[in-house]
């Protein structure tokens, strides 16, 4: 079980998805799919601190373009691959900004240097989670992830997008941007944020930007002796572009109640709709208040972790997510009401041998989008005129 977690990537919008890959693959249970072929290591070792290097082939390199390193000439023989966006190619000559640490020890002739952003892990139970970072170029504003059903490296099946945006307005590929990744057997989790208050082309310059977020989960089915013998997971992300779209729209805009199933349960159909509920109300409203205020409590004194129980519309419950578990509402922020206050973000919890951490997956654009919306887990949201709080959810840590 090659659990990785890490809390803080903080970059710029240009080495972003470089950095994200790199946390991913730092679970040995989620490899490079090498969908555009790599090439290896010429002429010269690579050590720490290098910048650039030569390959055999500088074909498809490209400006932009995520680059990982591997020992061995194994395309995932290393226990700590490390990625990095291009910056410039000339010829077989690859150059990139931030300097390897070279985790296995210098880079040697031969050795593999892959090229995209397609990662991949199977469940125990056998669905496949396809994720690549960049499905479309990333833009100051925005991620466009493709996400497949099933892909062997050439044929993908069953591609739907996902959105991780963090701003509105126009930017730069040189802005801050913050990243937090969370990746086992079981489940991906991804959130991104923009600017800060104060730095260059925040959203707002009081508040800050957007967090946005993308996961799969591995479905544990309740009927699996019976009706329900197909491996599938969850998604749970957001399907527009940015949050300026509709908000109203309940098939398309960011506050739809849905998340999507990768398999229905028939095996008929890919990618169908659902909906995520646990044992608690998710957020309350000006008319029907929130009723929690703590992190509820088991009698031996730790935090309850509550399970979240997918339901896929059409033919109904298919079981709880394994890896992803519900706390309590967060409260609004006094200084911002759009905004969950983070007073119960940061707790921890092992249960069945899983380290867990309570975070708060969205943030709104304060003062910016539509009318302050936070978006927050599987759709459920809050926003300045009705006050909702988000959700807090524990995420696997170790």
């Known amino acids: 079980m090659g659990i990785a977690y890490t809390e803080s990537i903080s ?10 890959k790199q946390a991913i693959l730092a679970s040995s249970d989620w490899t490079h799919l090498a969908v555009a072929a790599g090439s290896t290591i010429a002429t010269s070792t690579v050590a720490a601190g290098a910048t650039t290097c030569t390959v055999a082939s500088g074909a498809p390199y490209a400006i932009g373009r995520t680059i990982t390193f591997w020992r061995n000439a194994s395309i995932n023989g290393a226990t700590v ?3 990095r966006v291009l910056s410039n190619v000339s010829g077989t000559t690859l150059t990139w ?3 390897l640490t070279a985790p296995n020890g210098t880079y040697q002739v031969g050795d593999a240097v892959g090229v995209g952003t397609y990662c991949k892990a199977t469940t125990t139970r056998g669905a496949q989670m396809v994720v690549d970072l960049e499905d479309a170029t990333i833009t100051a504003q925005r991620i466009q992830l493709g996400v497949y059903r099933t892909h062997d490296g050439t044929t993908g099946v069953d591609k739907i997008n996902r959105y991780l945006y963090w701003k509105t307005a126009a930017g730069a590929t040189s802005d801050k941007v913050y990243g937090r990744v969370s990746v086992g057997k079981e489940h ?3 959130d991104v944020e923009g600017p800060k208050a104060g730095e260059t082309n925040a959203e707002n310059s009081t508040f800050g930007s957007y967090r946005n977020y993308f996961a799969l989960n591995d479905i544990n089915p309740y009927f699996s002796n019976t009706y329900d013998a197909i491996p ?3 998604m749970i992300g957001n399907p527009v572009t940015n949050p300026a779209a509709n908000p109203n729209n309940v098939a398309t805009g960011p506050l739809s109640r849905m998340v999507n199933i990768s398999r229905d349960a028939q095996d008929k159909n890919s990618w169908v709709m659902g909906h995520l509920r646990t044992v608690a109300p998710m957020a309350g409203d000006t008319l029907n208040p929130d009723i929690r205020t703590y992190q509820p409590m088991g009698l031996d004194g ?5 399970d979240y129980v997918v339901f896929e519309d059409q ?4 079981g709880s997510l394994t890896r992803f578990y519900n706390g309590d509402a967060a409260s609004t922020s006094p200084t911002n009401p759009g905004d969950p206050a983070f007073w119960n973000a940061g707790m921890e919890q092992t249960q069945g041998g899983v380290t867990y951490r309570s975070l708060i997956p969205p943030k709104s654009g304060a003062t910016s989008g539509n009318s302050n919306v936070s978006y927050g887990w599987g759709g459920f949201w809050q926003n300045l005129s009705n006050a909702q709080p988000g959700p807090v959810v524990f995420v696997p840590k170790a």
């Open 11 to 20: 970059t710029t919008v240009a080495k972003l998805n470089g950095l994200l």
């Open 81 to 83: 691959p490390e990625c």
């Open 97 to 99: 900004v931030d300097a």
């Open 188 to 190: 991906i989790y991804i």
């Open 232 to 234: 599938a997971v969850c």
């Open 302 to 306: 730790n935090l309850v972790l509550l």
């Open 315 to 318: 033919l109904g419950i298919r």
